[in-house]
């Protein structure tokens, strides 16, 4: 296992169109989050799931997000109806509980989004 | 509610100085910080926590950051810079006071560029 995947690396549409990203986190990190990242700015928080639970969402996952995680392992993040806003950086991030001596996130590489 | 500011945008520093970049905090309880550090069009890279403990950090690639509880900081700093240390310095904090959030707030971010 060699880090947290994200597919695709870009993804160029047209705006009103769906989109679906893919995260792959570390096998045995129970905890998976998602971010959104825009030019020049820090990652903000979107949502985070423990296992398949989806315990906390963040006000800027509009009704146009939603996020999955089945089986509680890798976990896909749709927009709807997409919008020149949603243009930036999506990034998934996965960790085992804050217990853990190994706390901390492991990030994916980043799917780019840009929205035409 | 937890916060995170880096009130610089960006330092510059000479190949082999010392470099130090600043990062501030506010949560309600315990603090858990981390730095990361971002590539061009890459994900995030762990460079170290503080959890509990001693004070001062070590972490990659030679860098180490001292936690000051009545300062309320964390800077992240390095005895002698490299050209490849240029990239995107972000800080993050977690609130471990109940009910706090379960998602790591970061930073908006600091460019660091080495100067050869």
């Known amino acids: 296992d060699t880090g947290v995947s994200q597919d695709p690396r870009h993804k160029i549409t047209k705006r009103g169109q769906n989109v679906t990203f893919r995260c792959d986190p570390i096998s045995e990190h129970n905890r998976l989050y998602w971010y959104r990242q825009t030019l020049g700015q820090g990652p903000e928080f979107l949502t985070y799931?423990?296992?398949?639970?989806?315990?906390?969402k963040s006000r800027l996952l509009s009704d146009r997000f939603s996020a999955e995680r089945p089986k509680g392992s890798f976990s896909t993040l749709e927009i709807q109806r997409t919008e020149q806003g949603d243009s930036a950086m999506y990034l998934c991030?996965?960790?085992?509980?804050?217990?853990?001596?190994?706390?901390?996130?492991?990030f994916g590489s980043g799917t780019r989004l840009t929205v035409v | 509610a937890q916060s995170v500011a880096q009130p610089e945008d960006q330092v510059n520093v000479a190949e082999g100085n010392p470099l130090t970049v600043k990062c501030t905090y506010s949560?309600?309880?315990?603090?858990?910080l981390f730095w990361y550090v971002q590539y061009p069009n890459r994900g995030l890279q762990f460079l170290l926590k503080y959890i509990t403990g001693d004070n001062l950090v070590k972490g990659s690639y030679g860098f180490e950051a001292e936690f000051n509880k009545s300062q309320t900081s964390f800077h992240l700093k390095k005895p002698s810079a490299l050209v490849s240390d240029s990239a995107l310095y972000f800080c993050a904090v977690r609130d471990f006071s109940s009910g706090s959030a379960r998602q790591l707030t970061f930073g908006s971010g600091t460019q660091l560029t080495v100067l050869p």
């Open positions: 799931f423990q296992n398949e639970a989806q315990l906390e």
């Open positions: 991030a996965s960790s085992l509980g804050p217990d853990s001596p190994n706390y901390g996130y492991t």
């Open positions: 949560v309600s309880g315990n603090p858990y």
